[in-house]
């Protein structure tokens, strides 16, 4: 399974130095601080980093979805030609749903309990593509078949509290590849589902859209979900892109000290380790102007690089593709 | 870890009514518990793994007598727990003690932490009062807090903070049985690592005993010495470590191993994942409740529940396919 | 041992600030709502404390030859239809309207507190007790309920505040038992029970103190209802006896002048209002500060 042929020529999604803040008592807080990140055409990146790293908020922004008080205050979102931030916003709500989609982590909270899961998709369709009722249930019932709903002629009269929180996941997803997105944004989509139930949502969530073309930003906390689904990976730490990587490499030569860290805490089936790798201290106030990871970083402290915590490493080539901001991968 | 049983559960269920109507008649019950025997050694861990609602985490509580049983036995060092009168079940609570799951819901947010730590030592009297608060201070040490973190509140601390006051809390007693229910899954990545360091590192100088419950299959295979499968009341496979990895013989652990996502791209799960949905508690299926989603299953699994038996020396197996 | 770091984390700080009582007081003293309300009602508090001061005559004072005079500099509210000053008159029933607040809601939290704690956190046949009885309360209307109680103790202002009192009970009551319930099921609860704690010791250092914050903001707004009660019964004749200073019978008393003497009617009306108003803003600067910050 190679990722070479996708993505390539004209990114479909490319953000530049996005940045999105918050304001809170203490003065506004950056949640993204100069991101940057593309995803290809028809292709799956993993977005993975720890609580508050930004990666919510990232994915919330491209679709304009910020909760107010906070903004988007700086960079562009370029989706094919148009910068969606420059959008006005009937523009925009005309873009969500149609050619970007979002799914998110909790599935019944984003149905609608008192409509049947069949008209919610069929909805799609009446006012997207202005179909008949008839055809538009016809086309919601062919969907529920495709995302492995059971009797999909009958389930499609169920209420969303009357299925599974597996099932109305792959509701979920169905409503949201109905029309056929060019991209498709995932937030936590299988973290508050069982094991087993989430080994099938990803197979879902894979194989629906390579059979569409479409592209998935994975947002997760998962390495292990990430290792199974993606073509790219782009790691987050505190607001930025801290590594980016074709995920067989992400994985075999991680690069960032963050990354790093990352795969060697996590536990794996198999070892015996008496200590799991450690990453020291926690996400740190974002204060400094150098790299927000300098202090908890071991490898600063190894090669005793000071111009860490004061100048923020700029993204460079990695050896085998992708992006690295560090400088100690540098040297 | 040495032949001493410390805890010796029997049989032992805890069904929960489902009321409904004017009169709250129970309409339907919940089996969360439904005949679990299990023994404990004294030093050794023993995880227990399953997904959401599966009665693990009945289990932990029941065992402790934070729930009330339906049926079967808990000896704690050879006394039953479930029929000690009250002062003497609150000396038993010295010596069992539980980490939370949720770091933000285990804290009391209107008590500083320093205070919610010396509960424990309030309420059993440990030591003299003017003496708890170095006690709590060394505490806070042992878990690797700075002390003069004490009189802050809960809210004030990450949650990898907030855990090792739970964590605190929980060994002021010096209790000799730890029950973890879920205590990193709540936590990031890099964090976890920190709390599993710190478990294993009091677990070795505290001599505990740990019952480690979590639906992770990796952090349990980590922590734990021996490891027991649990589906919808019941343990449905009961094997040492390594044994368990190499060779799972129950169809449900087996799939729980091919679903976990394996944290490298290059063993990229191919076949197509365990079928079915899990089962409504209320109404579990006749005979094996696993049956409906299991590839081996046979007339025989409807008709009757397999019994816990000994497939191997230290490895039991609840299946008619094994 | 692992290395931590003593600062409190980014993800930390937007969550509740429940339990920090230096930073509620920061919050309220910063709510203008707050200071209105707060403001009037300690404006209340100096008038009843310093009252014999502050007052240019005796209320009680029978003067019937400067009846029903107009506002004027010598009276500034006027006087009433038996020539007493108004405006003494008004001074002196701030202590009765606090004393009414203070009566009624003692009352009513005290014994409402204590079943909604008991029926959330004790015993299931003991909830189901102590709510039928709360259902059988409730299911009296209001007044009725108040009428019922002053029949059998006699009319008097003492025996109005009680009828208020009990009046109020369900409401705090239902209140509590509805927060015990949610607090009782979460983890530090369960961590209580399993570190030992005796069931009261779970009730009254856990389990209470997280359900008084509703608790007050539920005080402020129930306490004029009190008040408007008393001010009903006054007005019946069955509360507040005469010669009392109290702004409900001040009220009825004067219902007859409304279009000769206006102001005998203006000045308790306003005052009651005033009262109320204090009390209502007090009570929703109060839920804005504690309220998002605990939930």
New interface residues.
Partial sequence: MTCSTRGAAEPLLRIEALRTEFPTNAGPVRAVDGLDLTIGSGEILGLVGESGCGKTVTALSVLGLVDRPGRVTGGAIRFGETDLLALPPARMAAIRGERIAMIFQQPRGSLNPVMRIGSQIAEQFIRRRALGRAEAWARAVALLRAVGIPAPESGARAYPHEISGGQAQRVMIAIALALEPQLLIADEPTTALDVTVQAQVLALLRERCRTLGTALMLVTHDLGVVAQLADRVTVMYAGHAVETAPVASLFARPMHPYTQGLLAAIPRPGENRERLAEIPGSVALATQTGCRFAARCAERTRLHLDRCENEMPPLVPRPDGGMVRCWAAQS | MTDETLLEIDGLSAHYAIRSGVFARPSAFVRAVDGVSLRIRRGETLGLVGESGCGKTTLGRTILALRPPTAGSVRFAGQSVFDLKPPALKRLRRDMQIVFQDPYAALDPRRTVGRAVRVPLDVHGIGRPKDRPAMVAALFREVGLEPTLMHRFPHEFSGGQRQRVVIARAIATRPKLLVCDEPVSALDVSIQAQILNLLKDLQAGLRLTTLFISHNLAVVEHMADRVAVMYYGRIVEIADRTTLYRNPRHPYTRALFASIPFPDPRHRRTDPPPPGEPPDPAHLPSGCRFRNRCPLAMDRCARKEPPLASLAPNHDVACWAA | ????????????????????RRATLHALLHNRTAWIGGGVLLLIIFAAAFAPWIVPYDPYRVDPIVRLQPPSLAHLFGTDALGRDIFSRIVYGTRLFLLICAIAASIAASIGVTLGLLAGSGPAWLDMLIMRLIDVLLAFPYILLVLAVIAILGPSLWTAMVAVGIAGIPGYARLVRAEVLSVRS???V?????????VW?IRLG?IL??VVSPLIVYGTFATPLAVLAAAALSFLGLGAQPPAAEWGAMLVNARTLMFTAWWTVAAPGMAIFVAILSLNLLGNALRDVLDPR?R
């Fill in positions: 041992m692992s290395f931590t770091t003593a600062e409190p984390s980014l993800l930390a700080l937007p969550a509740a600030a429940a339990g920090s979460l983890e530090y369960e961590a209580m029970r399993a570190a030992g704690a005796g010791r856990t103190p997280n605990s």
